[in-house]
């Protein structure tokens, strides 16, 4: 394990000190054994960039690839899969692909219907498409009464909410918009609450909502896009208002203890934090893209979602990002706080829901003014009272880069990780959670990445920045740096989505070419009759589970589609994808 890190601005300076002597010292050994050991620390050093020997060249794309054919065979994964749930399953919420049966595991409504919509769309499929409507026309969002179960609000509105709109946004279909008008009502109750924040379920035939007070992140701050964007197109103020009201609430509350980042667990009465954990994964991660993506939804109007990702990726960038003793894996860590003290442990956990935080910070660093935010923000973030953040924004500062290149860089070395996650496995797909492994013995241990950053920039920017360059996978498990803690693949999105950004952002096809990695292996491992299904382990050939996840349809296959084809059909300035994938258009708000 490593020590609990809580640096004060003034013990980072002392370690800028320290660091500086030490510095002077290698130096001075340094010149000594370059010149009496030159070509054998030369490739002691290339060693650590690449330890496998040869260079990896299985990510470089062949120069003649058709990347338009590729798109076309996603496109007839997506067909297998949506078949195979109308044959089978439909209109219950999601296929069973190893059985061939279903289940409903959000409301019954038909949840694969509503989340494929818009990829259908996107696909030119245009008879599916139509078959779908004909099931939103029929739609009553009335609760099963054979069940005692709420909707869940978050997952409603991500999918359902969002699956219309997007739909909407593309096709023009006014029943999209109208049935999503319709469901908005009935989630309605959940808002009878002080803080605007909404309550975790609702059932929607009583208007009865859960009793939980202690509501995560993600569940209460991830609605703003959905909302002002049914505003712009319904003229309904008061889906505006629902969507500011929880803007304020986050931005009013008092969270100096995180750094101005916004912790885990949320009361929904006091519209304050509960504790001080935080989490860039897991019941969190939605909430922060939803910071940048707000502000973007709104053509850059929303000032207050921006400070907030601000202060958010300051924090991840300053104290949650580390990079791993042998391998120099860049991850992104949760912490946790003990009550009653100030310490943050890091859990060393690095999630694959958390690889979303490449594609987020590349999407945040080309789309804004980073090193010209005075042009944006209300209150410059120097100005702001929060201590811990105010420490952050300093310690960012003393890095005498450029933020954009910051973010960058992070979000470089974070997607190579997320890669790397797939790329180890002898399924070719990535683990639920890699545990990373922070301690090699008790003199090399994971460094926190703003610290390697400094040393980097001091010792004369050799190499690639820590956490980036070439690395080659590798199955040996002693070599890898981190324990497949929680070795399922879940069909999920992240890594693709990441790789989607990164190859629109910086035009390297090596993005695109790990997904068509990622693609096939999709297609040898979990492919079924009926379906795809998900894998227990990422370790095991053939451990398929008997679930198709509707995300499956709306952003694994979306995303990998979008990767592959040529023209750019959702152009990152002009269309803002929600946390399940559904793009709305940018627009001015008006209410
Ligand atoms: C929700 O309402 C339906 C219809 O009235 C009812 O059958 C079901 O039991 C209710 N569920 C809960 C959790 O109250
Ligand atoms: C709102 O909540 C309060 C108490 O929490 C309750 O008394 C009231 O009936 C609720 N209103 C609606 C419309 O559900
Ligand atoms: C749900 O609502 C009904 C009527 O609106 C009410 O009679 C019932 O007590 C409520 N159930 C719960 C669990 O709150
Ligand atoms: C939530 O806040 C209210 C009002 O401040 C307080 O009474 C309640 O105990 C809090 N609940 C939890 C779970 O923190
Ligand atoms: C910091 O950046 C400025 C301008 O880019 C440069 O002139 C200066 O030498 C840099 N300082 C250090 C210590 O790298």
Known sequence: MSSPHRPSYSHTALTHKRTARVGIFLIVAGVALY????????????????????????????????????????????????????????????????????????????????????????????????????????????????????????????????????????????????????LAELLEPAFNTSSGLPHFGINTSTGNVTSTIDVGLAEVASLQLEYSYLAKVTGKRKWAQRSQKVIKTLY??????????????????????????????????????????????????????????LRATTHILTRLLYVSPKRHLLYATNTRRPSRTLNDWPTHDFEHLSCFLPGLLALGAHSLPLDNLQSRLRNLP????????????????????????????????????????YADQPTGLGPEIMRMVSLVNSKTQAALWIDAMAKWKWSGKRGSPPGTGAKRPTLSRQDQDYIVWRPEYLLRPETIESFYIMWKVTGDARWRQRGWLIYQAIERETRTDAGYAILQSVAVKNSLKDEMPSFFLAETLKYLYLLFREDDVLPLDKWVMNTEG?????????L
């Open 35 to 182: 010149a009496l050991y030159g070509h054998a620390l030369r490739t002691a050093i290339l060693s650590v960039e690449n330890p496998f020997g040869s260079p990896y060249t299985d990510d470089i794309p062949a120069p003649d690839v058709d990347w338009n054919s590729r798109a076309e065979q996603v496109k007839g994964s997506f067909k297998h899969a949506y078949h195979g749930y109308e044959k089978h399953a439909a209109p219950a919420d999601e296929l069973k692909p190893i059985s061939k049966s279903k289940h409903n595991p959000f409301n019954g409504w038909g949840v694969t219907i509503f989340d494929s919509l818009d990829t259908m769309h996107l696909m030119g499929l245009k008879d599916e498409f139509q078959r779908a409507l004909t099931v939103v026309e029929d739609a009553t969002f009335a609760m099963p009464t054979s069940e005692n179960l709420y909707a869940p609000y978050f997952e409603t509105v991500i999918r359902y909410l969002g699956g219309l709109l997007a739909a909407y946004a593309l096709s023009g279909e006014r029943i999209l918009l109208t049935k999503a008008d319709e």
């Open 252 to 309: 009013d509350a008092d969270v100096d203890l995180t750094g101005g980042m916004l912790p885990t667990r949320w009361n929904i009465s006091s519209g304050r934090p509960i504790g001080a954990d935080i989490s860039v994964g897991g019941q969190a991660d939605s909430a922060h893209e939803y910071l940048l993506k707000h502000h973007l939804l709104t053509a850059d109007t929303d000032k207050e979602s921006l400070e907030l990702y």
């Open 382 to 421: 120097e100005n702001h009272d929060y201590g811990r953040a105010r420490e952050g924004y300093t310690m960012l500062g003393q890095q005498n880069q450029s933020l954009k290149e910051m973010h960058m860089t992070a979000a470089e070395g974070l997607a190579m990780t997320c890669w790397l996650s």
């Open 582 to 590: 559904h793009p709305f258009p940018v627009f001015t708000p008006d």
